[in-house]
Nanobody
């Protein structure tokens, strides 16, 4: 059974830090690009950061220098370290897995989502 279980959300004060984690099962984690998305009320879901299978990372401009994504393939877990949090970081954050897996002799694309967890930074 495929699962992406997120933890680490909550209410934090301006300038504080938070570490999100997304522990997965049911697919070959190391074969997937892992990402964090967020969606604020009334806005579209946006890509915050992603990490490739080889560990290369990329960030949206608004979080560069403050957020850091990492992965532990031995634990099937991806992390998002969020520092210097601002009110504009308030959103529901979602873990995402994007890759392909063999089904018989066919490589089948898969896009998987975590349940989403709220992060709130009051102004």
């Amino acid at each position: 059974q495929v699962q992406l279980v997120e933890s680490g959300g909550g209410l934090v004060q301006l300038g504080e830090s938070l570490r999100r984690s997304c522990t997965t099962s049911g697919f070959t984690f190391s074969n997937f690009v892992m990402s964090w998305y967020r969606q604020a009320p009334g806005k579209e879901r946006e890509l915050v950061a992603f990490i490739s299978r080889g560990g290369d990372t990329n960030y949206t401009d608004s979080v560069k220098g403050r957020f850091s994504i990492s992965r532990d393939n031995a634990k099937n877990t991806v992390y998002l370290q969020m520092n210097s949090l601002k009110p504009e970081d308030t959103a529901a954050y979602y873990c995402n897995a994007n890759g392909r897996e063999w089904k018989g002799r066919t490589l089948v694309p898969k896009v998987l989502w975590g349940q989403g967890t709220q992060v709130t930074v009051p102004s």
